[in-house]
Every structure is written in structure tokens, then in C-alpha cells.
């Protein structure tokens, strides 16, 4: 059967021989760098041992001794198990999601962690590998194909944007945003750059927009200026590198440069077109004319082009709206992020505070426990979200270079595992880990130093918590598992 595994006897005894070593060896040095700068955060002058269950490093050491145990488990279940149970998998995870919504105790506004005795787990972060390998066995599924149908994009989203859902019911955001890593693993397995370039112009939109209200370029806000010519080179660029017609592409570049030119020689006169009738003119008739060429040549890609320009204008022209549906905390975020407001007691605190640990680091840091924002407390979360700046302030360039290395070191060396798996499923599940580490690698640092908005992103094996050291355990360990066995494969 095409996509099955060999049932070699000697499968799970070569477990260890077949066993990629080197990712259990960063995944070692990360674990342990995690729980020293956990110490180091969380250290306040009292000389407890880092091994004392008092402080924070001593319960994260406990983690770290349960997350061995169970990458042991994982290592010793078939592989053809995770393959097999994906679904049931996934649907279990996402029925304690439902459940989480409705007994979840509110903490702090949010609803996502479950009370199991002296612990508290995040079922979210089990749903990461849930869904990775719910996706990894569909397109595993034989003879799927992304681009077949519709329905294959409908089922891929399905299975993405369910706990999506489920996770901002419980008013996790950042939480939920981490799925949205998985669009690169539908890139990869054929989904049309279109789209990838879609959600980038997407999140370039939003951002200009919001940043560039205050000032006014023509009778509109600058931002929405620079947007709308923004729009205007992608669609000549569509033209010339998608629709290959490059006369097209000429046509519409000149009517936009004769309408830009004839509304600088009337301003002369003093007579003005405000922003808002100039493009709204040029751009229909650029569109009228790019349809009249799709009837005459019949380039069907012209519609898509067209199609590509409506939906990004309507996007800019809602981006107000859902700006101001958002929740006044995350308004405030997102305008210290982008330097609209400077609000250093309240939404920008942590950030600056973080800034000014990292920058008095230095090139070499003040050194172990040295840390004067760390000891004094300045940065609060200083042991789960912002634990990078402890680094920085301790370690310095050196050190936040190092910690950033080894995440390179790994997220490569899982991408090289993704190459090699001779089955759908195993390339797939290795790409969807690769994608949960980007994107909390990238998001968590940009928090830190003040690039991203503060939305709760922890840093993989270093930020102190069970639930996300757990959950990328599950990760790395069924992706181990699964390559491990890839010589008893049949190769699809």
C-alpha cells in the first residue's frame, strides 16, 4: 500500500542506532540553557539552590526530568501509531479545547488553563502536535493533492483554523496566532505563492495604515497613500511576472504616470483631486481596462489580477474598522509597537525595561547572576515570555548570539529531517514542527526587543512553564520517532 511502513521486527530495536542524535543533543542544550536563565530571572539574593523546588528553575527542572520520561514514550510507541491515530488524536484535543472554554478558571481574562491538583496545563499547546499530525495525514491521504479542488484547501483550513477558533473563545490571541506558522508547511506541499504574497501584503496593509494616520498626503492619510501606491506596483508587477504580458503591464504603468503627471500640472492652477478620486478614477479605469483585455486576448489570470486589487482596497478601507473592534489592551499594544504612543508606565513597560536589560548587556554582559534590571525585578515575566532580555543582560552579544545559533542550528536541522522522510505524512509533521519553531523563535525575540507586539509568545525551552516545554517535547520527540523509522519505510 502506497504511503505504509515496513513491520521489520527490528524496527524498535534500532530505534536508538537510527536515532538523530543531534537533535536530542540541542534539544538538551536548550532545555539546560533554559533552566540556568530561569535561575538567573527568577534568582533574588536568598542563595537558594538552583535545584531547590522553591524556585522557579528547581520546578522547571521537574518538567525537564517528566519531559524526558515522555520523550522516552513517544521514542518507544510504534511509529505507525501516530500515523494511524492522527485523527482520533486530534479530535480528542480538540474536545478538551471545547471543554477548557466552559471550566477553565479566569485568569487574568483568559480561560486556557486547565486545574489538575498543584498543576496547571495549557491545552493548547498540546493541540500544536494535535493538528500537525492531523494535517500531516491528510495530505498523506492517497492521491491528495492541494491543488486538485477546492475542498482540499477547505479540508487543509479546517483542520488549522478549528482550534484557531476554539483558542480565542478562551481569549488567548497569541496563542492562536501560532497556527497561522502552519500556512508555510501549505506553501511547501504547492499552495500558489499568491497566497503566501497575499497574507504579507496583508500584514504590510495593516501596519502602514495604522502607523500613518496622523499626517495627510492629498486630502487622505498618509498611510492609505502609500498603500494605494503600494497596490498600484503590484498590480503592474501581477501584469508583467504573472499574467506575462508585459504591453499590459507598459499600458497600465503609463496611465497611471499620465494621471499622476495631468494632476500636477492642474495643481498649478490650484485645482486639486483629493487622494480619494485619483485613485478611486485611475485605478477603475486600470481595472475596466485590464477586463477588456481579458475578453479581447482571453488571459484569464487578468481576472485574478483585478480580483487581487478589489479585495486588497476593501482590506485597506476596513482596517479602521477592525482596528477599533479590537480590545483597548491590544490597540495599546500594537501602538507602542509602532511607536504611535510612547506609554513607558502602562502597555510599553515591559518592553523598555526589557530594552534596557538588553542593551546594558553589552557586548560580554555583566555576567551570571549580575543582572541589575533581572535581581531588581524590573521586567515583570522576566521568566517565561521575556527571558530573552535575562540573557542579554547577563550574557550580552555573546550570549544572545549563542542561544540564537542553537534555535538556527535546530530549526535547520529539522527542515534536513523534513527532506529525507521518504513518506508524505513524515514530511509533512516535520515541516509543521519546523513552522511552531520559527514562529515563536521569531515572534518571542521581536517581542523582546520591541519589533512584534507583546502577545504572549513563550521562547521554546527556555521560558519557564510545563505546558509549552511539554508540547514542543511531543514535537521533537514523534518527529525522532517517525524518522527514526524511515528505514523500515516503504518509499512512496
Not at 494616520?213 to 506596483?233: D, H, R, W, Y
Request: aromatic share 14%; net charge positive.
Amino acid at each position: 500500500m502506497a504511503g505504509s511502513y515496513g513491520n521489520s521486527p527490528r524496527d524498535g530495536q534500532g530505534i536508538l542506532r537510527h536515532l538523530d542524535w543531534l537533535t536530542v543533543i540541542l534539544y538538551l542544550l536548550l532545555v539546560t540553557a533554559g533552566v540556568v536563565s530561569i535561575y538567573a530571572a527568577s534568582y533574588d539574593f536568598d542563595n537558594a539552590s538552583i535545584f531547590s523546588f522553591e524556585e522557579f528553575s528547581g520546578k522547571q527542572i521537574t518538567w525537564i526530568g517528566f519531559s524526558l520520561l515522555l520523550g522516552l514514550v513517544l521514542l518507544v510507541i510504534d511509529s505507525r501509531m501516530y500515523e494511524t491515530y492522527a485523527y482520533p488524536i486530534y479530535f480528542a484535543l480538540i474536545c478538551l479545547l471545547i471543554l477548557t472554554i466552559f471550566i477553565a478558571p479566569d485568569i487574568k481574562g483568559s480561560r486556557s488553563w486547565l486545574k489538575l491538583g498543584p498543576m496547571s496545563l495549557q491545552p493548547a499547546e498540546f493541540a500544536k502536535f494535535a493538528t500537525a499530525l492531523a494535517l500531516a495525514k491528510l495530505f498523506s491521504t492517497y492521491n491528495f493533492n492541494l491543488n486538485a479542488s477546492v475542498g482540499n484547501y477547505l479540508k487543509a483550513l479546517m483542520i488549522i483554523f478549528l482550534p484557531v477558533v476554539l483558542i480565542l473563545a478562551q481569549k488567548e490571541t497569541g496563542s492562536a496566532l501560532v497556527y497561522m506558522a502552519l500556512f508555510f508547511v501549505l506553501y511547501r506541499e504547492g499552495m500558489s505563492g499568491l497566497i503566501l504574497g497575499a497574507a504579507l501584503l496583508a500584514v504590510v496593509i495593516f501596519v502602514v495604515a495604522i502607523k500613518y494616520t496622523e499626517t495627510s498626503v492629498i486630502g487622505m492619510p498618509a498611510g492609505e497613500f502609500a498603500i494605494m501606491c503600494l497596490i498600484m506596483a503590484m498590480m503592474v508587477g501581477m501584469l508583467a511576472a504573472y499574467v506575462k504580458n508585459v504591453i499590459i503591464a507598459r499600458n497600465v504603468l503609463l496611465l497611471f504616470a499620465g494621471t499622476a503627471l495631468v494632476e500636477w500640472i492642474l495643481s498649478i492652477w490650484d485645482w486639486h483631486l483629493t487622494g480619494y478620486a485619483y485613485f478611486g478614477s485611475v485605478m477603475g479605469i486600470a481595472m475596466a481596462y485590464c477586463l477588456f483585455e481579458m475578453l479581447r486576448v482571453k488571459a484569464s489570470k487578468l481576472i485574478v489580477t483585478v480580483g487581487a486589487v478589489v479585495v486588497s482596497v476593501a482590506f485597506l478601507m476596513s482596517v479602521g474598522m477592525v482596528f477599533n473592534h479590537m480590545m483597548p489592551h491590544q490597540q495599546k499594544r500594537i501602538k507602542v509597537a509602532l511607536s504611535i504612543e510612547d506609554d513607558p508606565r502602562d502597555a510599553g513597560y515591559n518592553v523598555n525595561q526589557s530594552k534596557i536589560a538588553i542593551g546594558s548587556g553589552g557586548a560580554t554582559g555583566k555576567g551570571f547572576l549580575k543582572g541589575t534590571q533581572t535581581k531588581l525585578k524590573y521586567v515583570p515575566e522576566q521568566h517565561t515570555d521575556f527571558i530573552f532580555c535575562t540573557i542579554g543582560e547577563e550574557e550580552g552579544f555573546v550570549g544572545t548570539t549563542a542561544v540564537i545559533l542553537l534555535f538556527l542550528m535546530l530549526i535547520l536541522r529539522v527542515i534536513a529531517i523534513a527532506e529525507r522522510q521518504p513518506t508524505v505524512f513524515g514530511r509533512v509533521y516535520a515541516y509543521c514542527v519546523a513552522s511552531y519553531l520559527i514562529f515563536h523563535f521569531c515572534i518571542n525575540i521581536g517581542m523582546v526587543i520591541g519589533l512584534c507586539p507583546v502577545i504572549g509568545i513563550p521562547l521554546p525551552f527556555f521560558s519557564y512553564g510545563g505546558s509549552s516545554l511539554w508540547g514542543f517535547t511531543f514535537l521533537l520527540f514523534i518527529l525522532l520517532r517517525i524518522d527514526a523509522s524511515r528505514a523500515s519505510r516503504l518509499t512512496r
